[in-house]
C-alpha cells in the first residue's frame, strides 16, 4: 500500500471520528470542572488548554463552568489573564482572541487552603451560588499528598451543607456526591500502601464508578493505535511470539528536568513516576491477549493478566535487571534534598512468563535531562538468516507519530546476492490533516471522562497489580543494591545502562 492509501484511510477515518464527536457533543450532561491545583503546572500546561481546545471544538456545553481552585490570592481578572497567557503559549489549536473571549467566560477562582479541611464548606456553598447542581468533575491536580485532605475536606464541607453522615458511611459506599466524579493524577501515591489509602478514601465519598484514575499516556493517539496495528494487521499479528520476535523495547525520553516539581518528583522517582504506570500500561498493551471484544472491561482484563504474569524477581540479582541513575545537577535543583538518591534514570528488564512471550525480555528506559525527547516502542525480531538483520518495527509515540519497518531485499545488480535492509516509514504526525484531527491526550480523557468512558483510564486491579510488582522491586534494590549510576545532562543516560 503507498503511503496515499493510507492517508486517504486515514483522512476517513478522521472524518468518521469527528462525526463521533459531535454525537457525543449531544450527550453531554456536564456542568462544571472543579481543579484542585488551578495555579499549578498541570493545570495550565495541560488541562488549561485542553479544555480550551475542546471549546473551540464546540465540545464543551455552553455554560460549562471551570473552577481554579488555588492558594494564591488572585482577583478573578487576573487569573483570567494569567489563563490567557498559558492559552497562547499551550493551546494545541491556534489561540484567538474571540475564541478566548468565549471561553474566559467559564473561568471562575475560587482561593482556598485545600490542606485545611474547614475551608471546605466555603467551596461547597461557591459551587452551590454557582447553581451547579450536578455534572460535576473533581480534579485532583495536585501532588499525592494532597488528595487524602482534600477528600477528607469535601466529606466534611458536603456533611456540613447537606447534614449527610458521612462519618459513619461504611467504605465501598459514597456518601452525598451522587454522581460526582472524580478525577486523580498518577502515581496514585507513593508505594501500594498509598495508593490503597487514597483509594479506599475516595471510595468512602465517590461512588467506585465515578472515580477515575487518569494515565494520559492512554490518551495518546499511537498508544492507542498499538492494538490496531497488532489485532488489525496479519503481517503483525501472526508473528507476535517469541518463535519470532526476540526484544521488544519500551522508551520514554525526556529533555526536561524537574522544574518546579522537585518536591513531588524527589519523593516519587521514576519508578514511580513513569515505569510504574505509563511504561507498564504500554507494555501490557503490546503483550496482552487479544481481548474477549472490544468492552472497556475485556481489555482491561487482557492488559492486568499481563502484569499478573511478570517472571518474580530474584532479589538477589536485581542489578542483572534494574539500573538506577540520577543526572548531575540534581540535587541542586529546587525543593530536592541535597543528598537526595531518587533516581531520574531507570532501565529495568523484564519478562513474561507466558507461551507467547517466555525467554522475550523487555527493556523499559526512561529519564530526564537527556539528550532527546523521544517515545517509542522498538520490536525487534530475530534474523531469519545467519548473517542477516532481523526487522525491526519501530512505532513512535512522540514527538512523531507514526511506525517504521525495517526489512531485507537483496541489493540489485546482477549476480549480486548481497542482502541489504531498507525501510518502510509512515509518518502520522507528517501529515498536515491529522495533526489538526489528532486531539492531545488530556483533550481526549477529559473528554472521555464526562462522557463517562472509562476504557482510557487505569482500573484499581492493574495499579494494584502493578504496584506489587515495583514493591519488589524497590525492596530488592534497598536491600541488594542501591547502586546510583549519574549521568550528565543532554547525553543519552548512565553509560552503563543497558
Ligand atoms: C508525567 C510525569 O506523568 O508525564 C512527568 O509525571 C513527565 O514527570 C510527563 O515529564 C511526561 O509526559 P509527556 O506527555 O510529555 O511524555
Known amino acids: 500500500m503507498t ?5 486517504n484511510i486515514e483522512d476517513n477515518k478522521s472524518k468518521n471520528i469527528t462525526d463521533e464527536i459531535k454525537e457525543a457533543n449531544q450527550k453531554i450532561a456536564n456542568n462544571a470542572m472543579v481543579i484542585f491545583g488551578g495555579t499549578g503546572d498541570l493545570a495550565y500546561r495541560k488541562l488549561f488548554p485542553a479544555l480550551y481546545n475542546l471549546h473551540c471544538l464546540n465540545t464543551l456545553p455552553e455554560d460549562y463552568e471551570i473552577i481554579g481552585v488555588g492558594r494564591r490570592d488572585y482577583s478573578q481578572e487576573e487569573y483570567i489573564k494569567i489563563v490567557q497567557d498559558w492559552m497562547k503559549e499551550f493551546s494545541r489549536l491556534k489561540y484567538t482572541d474571540e475564541k478566548f473571549e468565549e471561553f474566559k467566560s467559564k473561568i471562575r477562582y475560587y482561593k482556598m487552603d485545600m490542606s485545611d479541611s474547614n475551608e471546605y464548606k466555603g467551596l461547597i456553598d461557591f459551587i452551590d451560588s454557582e447553581g451547579i447542581e450536578d455534572g460535576l468533575i473533581y480534579y485532583y491536580a495536585v501532588s499525592p499528598e494532597l488528595f487524602d485532605p482534600i477528600t ?6 458536603n456533611c456540613q451543607k447537606h447534614s449527610c453522615q458521612c462519618e459513619n458511611t461504611p467504605l465501598n459506599e459514597s456518601c452525598c456526591m451522587g454522581d460526582t466524579k472524580v478525577i486523580i493524577e498518577k502515581p496514585f501515591g507513593e508505594n501500594l500502601q498509598a495508593a490503597e489509602k487514597i483509594y479506599s478514601n475516595l471510595k468512602s ?9 487518569i494515565d494520559h499516556y492512554l490518551g495518546k493517539e499511537m498508544i492507542i493505535n498499538i492494538m490496531t496495528l497488532r489485532f488489525a494487521n496479519a503481517l503483525f499479528k501472526a508473528v507476535w511470539n517469541n518463535e519470532y520476535i526476540e526484544k521488544v523495547e519500551i522508551n520514554a525520553y525526556e529533555t526536561v528536568g524537574v522544574d518546579s516539581r522537585g518536591g513531588y518528583y524527589d519523593k516519587s522517582g521514576a519508578l514511580a513516576d513513569m515505569i510504574q504506570n505509563h511504561l507498564f500500561q504500554i507494555m501490557s498493551i503490546v503483550a496482552m491477549e487479544k481481548p474477549k471484544d472490544n468492552n472497556t472491561i475485556s481489555i482491561k482484563d487482557s492488559q492486568n493478566e499481563v502484569f499478573k504474569q511478570l517472571k518474580d524477581i530474584d532479589g538477589e540479582k536485581i542489578d542483572e535487571i534494574l539500573l538506577m ?16 538518591v531518587t533516581e531520574t534514570y531507570v532501565a529495568l528488564k523484564l519478562e513474561i512468563e507466558n507461551e507467547r512471550w517466555k525467554g522475550v525480555p523487555f527493556y523499559l528506559r526512561t529519564g530526564k535531562k537527556l539528550d532527546k525527547r523521544e517515545s517509542e516502542v522498538i520490536v525487534s525480531f530475530k534474523s531469519m538468516e545467519e548473517g542477516v538483520a532481523g526487522n525491526n518495527l519501530l512505532i513512535k509515540i512522540q514527538p512523531d507519530e507514526g511506525v517504521k519497518l525495517n526489512f531485507n531485499i ?5 549476480g549480486n546476492q548481497v542482502i541489504k535492509e531498507v525501510e518502510m516509514d509512515f509518518c502520522q504526525s507528517c501529515i498536515l490533516e491529522n495533526r489538526a484531527n489528532t486531539p492531545e491526550a488530556y483533550e481526549r480523557l477529559l473528554k ?7 476504557s482510557l483510564f487505569s482500573q484499581w486491579k492493574q495499579i494494584e497489580t502493578s504496584w506489587k510488582y515495583i514493591n ?12 546510583l549510576y549519574f549521568y550528565d545532562i543532554a547525553t543519552n543516560g548512565p553509560v552503563e545502562t543497558f
Open 205 to 213: 465519598y465517590f461512588k467506585t464508578e465515578n472515580i477515575y484514575h
Open 152 to 157: 477528607e475536606g469535601l466529606k466534611k464541607g
Open 448 to 454: 472521555s471522562c464526562m462522557d463517562s468512558d472509562k
Open 325 to 340: 541513575g540520577q543526572y548531575n545537577g540534581y540535587r541542586d535543583e529546587e525543593k530536592v534534598d541535597p543528598n537526595s
Open 3 to 7: 503511503n496515499n492509501n493510507i492517508n
Open 410 to 414: 537483496k541489493k540489485p545488480g546482477i
Open 472 to 483: 519488589k522491586i524497590v525492596d530488592s534494590y534497598k536491600k541488594y543494591s542501591n547502586k
